[in-house]
Structure formats: C-alpha cells, structure tokens
C-alpha cells in the first residue's frame, strides 16, 4: 500500500484486498496523523488504531469531476476498451469489431485436444466489477464450423464454461467444470465436460453469469 496527499491536503491511504480467485479490490482509506504515526481509517471508541470503512465520503476533487474505470460493453471503436485482457499474449487475428452495430467478432484459434479450458490462450476476459453482479451475453453461432466453441468463461483457481460446440450436423451445449493446482510454480489443469443438450438448428443463445456472495 501507499498514502497519497490529494490537491486540498487530505491524506489518503491506498491498499489492496486480498479475494483469492476473484482476485485483488484496491481500496481508499481515509488517513489522519496522531503524534507522528499515521492513523488508517477511522479510530473507533478512543482507541490509536484505525479500522477500515466500507463506505466513506469521496475525496473533496472528486466530487465534482468523478472518474470511474472503463466498463462499457459497446464495441464501437476498432479497439479493445482497458476493461479487456486476453489470456496470454493476443493477435489482432483473433477479433474484429462491428462497429456499426457495435458487436465484436471472435475467430476460431486453434487448440490441442490435450489443452484445457482456462490455458487457452484466446480467452477474452474482464476482472468481477463488484462482490455481487449479473451479466448476460448475446452469442450468434450461425457462422460455427464443425468443432469450433465459443462461450462463456468463469476463470480462476476453480474455473467453469457454459457454451456452445458445433458438430458436424448438430449443436451441443456444453458444461467445462474444472481445477487448478500448482507445484513448483508450475500450474496444472483437469477438468470435465459434460453435454447438457444437443440441437440441430441454433443460431443464437444468451447466457447469463450471476455472481452472489455467500456465508461459509
């Protein structure tokens, strides 16, 4: 972490929130001095320590002028927005934008057989906005060719996919269930695929991923 002195000299603490497979939530803490030792969020009841705030008034030059990361899904410029990251090192091969009606175009990348889900390089993917959210993609298949897949991915230590796989004369909704384990900083995938249903005629298919938090 860090402190950060704004433009009115407010004090401001910076530190990240470790979420394991969601990942790391950067913070703002509000940040005060007492006898030359810096307090970090709000000192409860008297006591010389701080404790974190969930919610806190936003910095005085930031009313004003707020700022928030990238998080549109309208694909009408002919790049990516930062919100994006690829899974590994991309090809503008991989991808196209229809900027006139604001869709993006993925192409096939080939994978081996032996290769799974989340080692596959042409994952297009966004870090989770929030503790708790909802999305819902539009996937238009009709220009499938037998054996390609595309979907929806949920990446991490404990990954899954829901999507679509076109055979020869039909169409299988997959389920990919699957695990990550490391040693010596070597990482290794298994996983499952199970198909939930097959189709002879499929042209579109919305999927909705729903992230809810839980009591453990």
Same mark, same amino acid.
């Given at each position: 972490?860090? /402190? ?11 530190? @990240?929130?470790? +979420? ?6 950067? $913070?703002?803490?509000?940040? $005060? ?15 010389? /320590?701080?404790?974190? !705030?969930?919610? /806190? ?51 096939? +990348? ?22 708790? @959210? ?15 897949? +595309?979907?929806? !991915?949920?990446?991490?230590?404990? @990954?899954?996919?829901?999507? +679509? ?16 384990? @490391? ?22 298919? /919305? ?10």
């Amino acid at each position: 972490g860090a /402190y950060v002195t704004d433009t009115n000299g407010d004090d401001w603490f910076l530190h @990240f929130q470790d +979420v394991y497979a969601a990942g790391r939530i950067i $913070h703002l803490q509000p940040m $005060h001095w007492e006898n030359d030792w810096p307090i970090i969020g709000i000192a409860k009841d008297g006591n010389d /320590y701080g404790e974190p !705030v969930k919610t /806190y008034k936003k910095p005085n030059n930031l009313v004003t002028n707020p700022y928030c990361p990238d998080d549109s899904d309208d694909f009408n410029s002919d790049t990516l927005g930062l919100q994006w990251q690829w899974n590994a090192n991309y090809s503008n091969e991989w991808y196209d934008t229809d900027q006139k009606n604001s869709r993006l175009i993925l192409y096939p +990348v080939h994978k081996e057989t032996t290769c799974a889900l989340a080692d596959t390089k042409n994952l297009l993917l966004q870090k989770w906005t929030a503790p708790e @959210f909802s999305t819902v993609a539009r996937l238009n298949v009709s220009d499938l060719a037998t054996d390609d897949c +595309v979907g929806f !991915v949920s990446l991490g230590v404990i @990954f899954g996919g829901l999507g +679509v796989k076109k055979t020869d004369n039909a169409y299988n909704i997959i389920s990919i269930r699957g695990s990550q384990t @490391f040693h010596n900083e070597k990482a290794t995938s298994t996983e499952t695929i199970t198909t939930l249903e097959t189709v002879n005629k499929l042209t579109e298919l /919305y999927i909705r991923y729903t992230v809810k938090q839980v009591s453990l």
